[in-house]
């Protein structure tokens, strides 16, 4: 044994003096390799290893392929210095055949062969506990976590190997990655059912088999066939499926029913067992306690009595003690029968009253027994304690339904003491929305007790419970006006802020002069709360302003900031309500710039810091005084300047509070009259706001500048860089506004660039924008291009990208421009005719170029030298019709579609000379005869017959004449308002009437550039109709001049069918017949009416017009009323209706002169209620001669069974002088 053991021991040293060496030589190893690294790689360069700086593996989506590059220069790399996995990134500096390129990182390894892991927003390594799910690690074991190291995502030096997806190509082909010969053909196509349908845009009732993708396979043997091969559709759905799952789920059913059916016959085997062996049990026991009964009776010869305490003395213990448990019934008892029962339930007549209250709480709910029990008294913590317990929403109106019902009954004890807590548990089951009405009088009760805790909850409750439209109001006005002079201030305060909210007109007339007296009170707690009601005042009865402007001009040279705050706030609640007021308040300009200055120049102040300001809500209420005080008073506004630009400079906008106040500086100096450096300096202030991480910030400076950037659009141009980089936000509203603001900067010299930025994020835009984008470049484009070619350009981009978005007055316009730029037409439809070709999913793409191809089909075979690489050079005339041919055999074609491309295949056929290309054309038309669509069917049918014409075929399908261009495709862009563009809310011709009403109105005040527009005052009652705003009615109606008639609106469909002119009528029809609107039957069947090539030819829609339908035979005479007949100026009214629509009212109104001078300047206004539509057309002339008349059109739309409603407001000039003068009329229904 001693030998073996020393054996072992000699074993063991041998085998550490090994592992000693390896250790050595390990450490000399790594210590040579070290200093040769470090210390001589200058001397000998052979020992540094060779590898490069880093290995770039680039993958191309759209080609398949994969490419690795080796970068030795570390500076051509740093572009992807501290980027993220998942992060874009421009790689000009790669070189010039990477310029243009856009590259996403996928990933990498460090040198050490660790990989990146997403998530980790570290530049180096570090060590996680990773478990199963979690990249970089797979576990070996079912549960097994692991510590390992891996990569962060930031990329940095230390990086070998880097992962990159192109996401945008570049200008130039990178061998092997982007060119055409590196393109990895797909061999399979989709397997799984949902694929093959999104392949092939499949719905739910097509049958997914018959379009699965099958290859070709070619046969080892001699001989043998090809035969293809399709893959096997996973998840697929067929009847035989849904046969199966059906069987499968009833059997389920059944055997769940049949193993129920066990469960209950075992359970009662089961019970029955149990309940044998119960009474066994209960035998036994039963035998043995008769038993032991008999061996105590044979050993017992005398039994006493036994005395145990009542429930009489048990419960006076306890009423002595306290205690409000209730006590377990004991009774007197002996060994024989005669004892009786001390039940407490039913002996109640002995109970004392608390117990009694106890036993009723209880009765209602068992739970709320033992609580009401615990606490003595059922208190408003115990009610909010129980109705948090309840589990349902039904408990709770069950026990807030038991509590009103106690509440009620309890009213009646009129226990004062119980009254305030009752008061309080129905506020609470108030603001829970429970009604709580029958609580408005014990409310005035709690008020006129002399107790102040009853005071507060009583005004409490009447703030809660009352309003100025409740009757029970009036009875407050007596208490409000006796505690308004008590002599202690919190309860003259309490009265005050009751008053604040619920006072009512009536309420505010009784208690002004209570009001204004108050607001002279030395005490400031007082001072500033009676401001606050006579803000109520003023604006519940604003006549009674005059009673506190001398008071508030006082207030505002109040030292106290409380007061101070509410004076400001009053004084801009009677500058908006009353013009002379503000007057009067713009002589106390230097006092507010004064006050302002101490602010912002003052030291710490404990007492008003906020974030290191001082006193923010009094500053931001200071300058918006300022504002209304300065507006269109350059005198004010010279005197507020300089404390402006202070407050501009020394606010420091590190903070939200900072923020508020340079908001507030800037809507005062673009609201006042500043100057310009002034103006600049605030939208700079907007400017920086743009770069604050806050969302809120940003989105009130978007919206601000969209304001101003009338005002000084190169000042706003400053931050156009800002303002695009605001279109990549995550937030959707600042990105809403951002696109806003985009639109308004457009002019003719960064047309280019801006409409660039527009379609780069018009790629990757939401949906919802994608509309309104394509609407607003388009019309961009149309308003500052700066050639033709560009505009196309632009437009064709725009189809690219969005052309399922694009409206159809863009479509119709792109196509009057190809049709009157002659020059371009050939380079339109060879652009069209490419970009067809890669993609038929944007249907106004197809659209397009459809139509282009089928009008111009001759420039575009006959082809032409240019410079673009990406035009076709030479068309056959087969590629045009294959390229037809598949646009109907696309997923994506319509009904629409497939109209256009009949008609264009018609109009092909006399454009190509091809006797084989026509003849395809003619079974291409002719296969569609018999379609299912009765639209399709009828152009095949016609097309087919028209094409066997030939005495006809060459002179309807001949090309078409350019239509007439428009100037702006909807009308004119409208421009954002200016800040100080703020309307009055007040309409002083609206309210003697009683209701808000739209309005509209037309005349001199809105006439044509020949006679310029009208001057008008601000005073003027034109201005207050505007104020209120309609839908219809919101802007004055232009007007139009003597000799040419009105038009009425057209809609989208009708501007479109107006492309090509009249196809319904005649070129040589009379003024009067055109203006007639067009029978039904001559509305094409298509909404694209104006692009139809052909525009039909059933007779409905020949060039011969239409015969007009005789008129009625006994058609009633409209009945004229006069409204107005003064100043020898006469007015009626003539309204009409159609049948057909009965709720549209057509007035017109007439002006007559019988004076033998001239009236001149009429503004002719109307005001509807809020239940009528107006529209105005303009006078036909705002000149009455002596003897003559004019017109004027107005158009009402009324309820149902209503007649029309009208006030209206006339204004004229007659011999120098300016009459004005308004009248009401009404039509019977």
């Known amino acids: 044994m001693r030998h073996d053991n020393n054996k072992k021991r000699n074993k063991a040293v041998v085998g550490s003096g090994v592992l000693a060496a390896n250790s050595r030589r390990s450490i000399f190893a790594a210590y040579t390799v070290a200093l040769c690294q470090n210390r001589y790689t200058h001397r000998y360069p052979s020992l540094v290893p060779p590898y490069s700086q880093m290995k770039l593996n680039v993958a191309n989506p759209a080609t398949g392929a994969q490419k690795s590059f080796d970068i030795q220069d570390e500076r051509l790399v740093r572009c992807f210095y501290e980027k993220r996995m998942s992060q874009d990134v421009e790689v000009d500096s790669l070189g010039e055949e990477w310029k243009g390129y856009v590259l996403r990182i996928g990933g990498g390894n460090d040198k050490q062969g660790f990989p990146m892991k997403q998530g980790v927003l570290l530049p180096n390594r570090v060590r996680l506990l990773l478990s199963k799910g979690d990249s970089c690690y797979r576990p070996r074991r079912t549960g097994e976590r692991k510590r390992k190291s891996v990569r962060g995502c930031i990329v940095g030096s230390d990086i070998q190997a880097l992962h990159l997806i192109v996401v945008k190509q570049g200008e130039k082909e990178i061998p092997g990655l982007t060119d055409a010969e590196s393109a990895v053909p797909k061999r399979l196509g989709p397997k799984r059912a949902n694929h ?239 009604p709580a009405h029958f609580g408005q009088i014990e409310c005035l009760k709690l008020v006129a007790t002399p107790r102040f805790t009853d005071k507060r909850l009583g005004y409490l409750g009447i703030m809660l419970l009352l309003d100025e439209n409740t009757e029970v109001l009036t009875l407050v006005t007596n208490g409000l006006k006796n505690d308004m002079e008590h002599s202690n201030m919190y309860v003259c305060g309490l009265a005050l802020c009751t008053f604040a909210n619920i006072a009512s007109e009536e309420m505010s007339r009784d208690l002004c002069n209570e009001i204004e007296k108050l607001m002279g009170s030395s005490n400031t707690y007082i001072r500033r709360k009676a401001a606050i009601c006579a803000m109520r005042i003023v604006r519940k009865v604003p006549d009674l302003i005059d009673h506190f402007v001398d008071r508030t001009k006082q207030l505002l040279s109040d030292k106290n900031h409380g007061v101070l705050l509410c004076a400001v706030t009053l004084a801009i609640e009677i500058c908006r309500q009353d013009d002379e007021a503000l007057q009067e308040y713009r002589r106390a300009v230097p006092l507010l710039v004064q006050h302002l200055k101490s602010l912002v120049t003052t030291g710490y102040s404990p007492e008003h810091d906020v974030s290191g300001i001082t006193d923010p809500f009094l500053q931001v209420k200071i300058l918006r005084l300022l504002r209304i005080l300065g507006k269109e008073n350059a005198q004010a506004s010279e005197v507020m300047n300089d404390i402006l630009a202070q407050v501009a400079t020394n606010t420091e906008a590190s903070k939200n509070v900072g923020n508020s106040i340079l908001y507030e500086t800037v809507l005062t100096i673009l609201e006042i009259d500043a100057d310009n450096g002034l103006r600049v300096m605030a939208i700079n202030i907007l400017g920086k706001f743009l770069s604050n991480r806050d969302n809120n910030i940003r989105y009130v400076a978007l919206n601000t500048l969209s304001k101003v950037v009338s005002m000084d659009t190169n000042a706003v141009q400053r931050h156009r860089n800002i303002i695009l980089d605001c279109l990549r936000d995550g937030d959707i509203s600042i990105r809403r506004r951002a696109l806003e603001l985009s639109y308004a900067l457009i002019n003719e010299s960064n047309v280019r660039v801006l409409t660039r930025e527009l379609l780069s994020f018009l790629e990757v835009a939401d949906n919802e924008f994608k509309l309104g984008m394509t609407t607003q470049i388009c019309l961009a484009a149309e308003k500052f291009a700066p050639n033709k070619r560009w505009h196309i350009d632009t437009v064709l981009r725009v189809l690219k990208l969005a052309g399922n978005y694009v409206r159809e007055e863009i479509l119709s316009a792109f196509i009057r421009l190809v049709c009157h730029t002659p020059e371009l037409q050939a380079y339109t439809v060879q652009k069209l005719f490419s970009a067809l070709h890669g993609d038929f999913s944007q249907e106004s793409l197809t659209l397009a170029a459809v139509w282009v191809i089928g009008e111009f089909g001759d420039v575009l075979i006959q082809g032409g030298n240019f410079e673009d690489e990406e035009l076709v050079r030479e068309v056959q005339p087969a ?351």
């Not at 396979?217 to 399709?230: F, L, M």
């Not at 799952?245 to 066990?262: F, N, Y």
């Not at 319509?894 to 264009?904: A, D, E, K």
Request: net charge positive.
């Open 879 to 1229: 590629d045009v019709v294959d390229l037809l041919s598949s646009v109907l055999d696309s997923p994506y074609v319509n009904g629409l579609i497939r109209q256009f491309v009949l008609t264009s295949l018609a109009k092909l056929h006399t454009r190509l000379s091809d006797a084989s290309q026509q003849s395809r054309i003619e079974q291409i038309i002719g296969s569609f005869e018999s379609s299912v669509e009765v639209e399709i069917q009828q152009r095949s049918v016609e097309f087919a017959t028209l094409l066997k014409r030939g005495d006809i075929r060459e002179g309807v399908l001949e090309s078409m004449p350019p239509p007439e261009i428009k100037q702006t495709v909807l009308g004119t862009v409208s421009e954002a308002k200016p800040v100080g563009s703020t309307r009055s809310d007040k309409d002083a011709l609206l309210d003697l009437m009683g209701d808000e009403m739209p309005v509209a109105s037309g005349g001199a005040g809105a006439g044509s550039g020949a006679t310029g527009a009208t001057q008008q005052s601000t005073h003027d009652l034109l201005a207050d109709i505007f104020g209120g705003g309609s839908e219809l009615g919101g802007a004055p109606a232009p007007a139009a001049s003597a000799t040419a008639p009105a038009q009425k609106a057209k809609s989208s469909v009708n501007d479109i069918l107006g492309l090509f002119g009249d196809s319904g009528s005649s070129a040589a029809a009379p003024p009067q017949q055109a203006a007639t609107p067009a029978p039904a039957a001559v509305a094409p069947a298509s909404s694209y009416g104006g692009l139809d090539l052909l525009g039909g030819l059933d007779s409905s829609t020949s060039s011969t017009p239409a015969a007009p339908s005789p008129a009625p035979a006994s058609a009633p005479t409209p009945k004229s009323h006069t409204v107005y007949t003064a100043h020898n100026l006469t007015i009626t009214l003539t309204p009409t209706t159609n049948p057909a629509r009965p709720e549209i009212i057509n007035i017109t109104a007439r002006f007559s002169s019988s004076s033998s001078s001239t009236i001149s300047n009429i503004n002719f206004q109307a005001a509807v209620p809020k239940t009528h539509k107006l529209q105005m057309q303009a006078i036909s002339n705002p000149t009455v001669q002596p003897g003559a008349t004019e017109t004027q059109a107005l158009r009402v739309m009324v309820p149902p069974g209503a007649g029309a409603r009208l006030r209206l407001r006339i204004s004229f000039e007659k011999d120098g002088e300016t009459v004005q003068d308004q009248m009401d009329w009404s039509q019977s229904a």
């Open 196 to 434: 093959i349908r999104k392949f092939f845009n499949l719905s739910k009732e097509d049958d997914v088999r018959q379009f699965v993708v099958r290859r070709e396979v070619v046969s080892k043997k001699e001989g043998a066939k090809p035969y293809t091969k399709a893959p096997k559709i996973q998840r697929l759905v067929t009847a035989q499926r849904l046969q199966r799952k059906r069987h499968l789920r009833s059997l389920k059913i059944r055997r769940a029913e049949h193993q129920k059916i066990q469960k209950e016959e075992y359970e009662q085997v089961l019970a029955k067992r149990v309940a044998e062996k119960k009474q066994e049990v209960a035998s036994h026991k039963a035998a043995r306690k008769a038993a032991k009964k008999t061996r105590l009776l044979l050993s017992t010869r005398h039994v006493r009595p036994r005395i145990v305490p009542s429930y009489r003395n048990l419960r006076t213990k306890h009423l002595d003690s306290g205690r409000s448990v209730f006590p377990r019934p004991w009774t007197r008892t002996t060994d024989s029968s005669e004892g009786e029962s001390g039940d407490p339930i039913e002996s109640s007549a002995a109970m004392s009253t608390f117990f009694q209250k106890q036993q009723q709480v209880a009765a209602l709910d068992p739970r709320l027994g033992g609580l009401m029990a615990s606490a003595g008294l059922y208190n408003l913590k115990a009610l909010i304690k129980a109705i948090r317990s309840c589990k349902t929403l039904a408990d709770e109106r069950s026990l807030i339904q038991k509590e009103s019902a106690s509440i009620r009954t309890a009213f009646k004890d009129e226990d004062p003491f119980a009254r305030h807590n009752n008061i309080a548990k129905l506020l609470y089951i108030h603001m829970l929305g429970y």
